[in-house]
T-cell receptor, first 116, second 112 residues
Framework: DAGITQSPRHKVTETGTPVTLRCHQTENHRYMYWYRQDPGHGLRLIHY???????DKGEVSDGYSVSRSKTEDFLLTLESATSSQTSVYFC????FGTGTSGNTIYFGEGSWLTVV | TQLLEQSPQFLSIQEGENLTVYCNSSSVFSSLQWYRQEPGEGPVLLVTVVTGGEVKKLKRLTFQFGDARKDSSLHITAAQPGDTGLYLC????????????FGKGMKLTVNP
């Protein structure tokens, strides 16, 4: 699992409330990602980070913000949760390979968020 | 726009049968990865192919990257109930950030 821990694993929240999901890694990898997974859409990138305080948007970033103040932690915040943000959220890290092995992406176990 | 199309999206077969799942795109990728995901868990990397025409084998699973690096296939021989899961392909652009583009996945059920 490359030392990835997501918290909380499950959360139910009300529309309009802020929510923060945390991803913690223990191996000091530079690249970290937040994806959401929804039926019919597969995995879609929300935001990613390529170092402390260096982040960028993915394909579905509206309504989300991220922060990375330490190498080991990548936080995803829903400023004002909406029902459309009900989803499973996965954190991932990238481990660089060499030659024909390519990069390896390791995913966390997921955070199930329900916005009611 | 879904850059990677997987087919079929669902497959239910009997133990011992063979199957092939396809991952197609009009875009060129520097690498193509296959993942397997079980309910309640994150995707787990099975293989990465990076060279056009490359074939990799992982026990009963055979992965192939198209010559033009736009498509890939996964063939499973003699499927087992333990192969049940969601199979995802993902394309990489080769940049250091490795922002992957995922297909929607193929849900496989292998019945005993």
């Amino acid at each position: 699992d490359a030392g990835i821990t997501q918290s909380p694993r499950h959360k139910v929240t009300e529309t309009g409330t802020p929510v923060t999901l945390r991803c913690h890694q223990t191996e000091n990898h530079r690249y970290m990602y937040w994806y959401r997974q929804d039926p019919g859409h597969g995995l879609r990138l929300i935001h990613y980070s390529y170092g402390v305080k260096d982040t960028d948007k993915g394909e579905v970033s509206d309504g989300y913000s991220v922060s990375r103040s330490k190498t080991e932690d990548f936080l995803l915040t829903l400023e004002s949760a909406t029902s459309s943000q009900t989803s499973v959220y996965f954190c991932a890290i990238s481990v660089f390979g060499t030659g024909t092995s390519g990069n390896t992406i390791y995913f966390g176990e997921g955070s199930w968020l329900t916005v009611v | 726009t879904q850059l990677l199309e997987q087919s079929p999206q669902f497959l239910s077969i009997q133990e011992g049968e063979n199957l092939t799942v396809y991952c197609n795109s009009s875009s060129v990728f520097s690498s193509l990865q296959w993942y397997r995901q079980e309910p309640g868990e994150g995707p787990v990397l099975l293989v990465t192919v990076v060279t056009g025409g490359e074939v990799k084998k992982l026990k009963r699973l055979t992965f192939q990257f198209g010559d033009a690096r736009k498509d890939s296939s996964l063939h499973i021989t003699a499927a087992q109930p333990g192969d049940t899961g969601l199979y995802l392909c993902a394309g990489g652009r080769g940049s250091g950030s490795e922002k992957l583009v995922f297909g929607k996945g193929m849900k496989l059920t292998v019945n005993p």
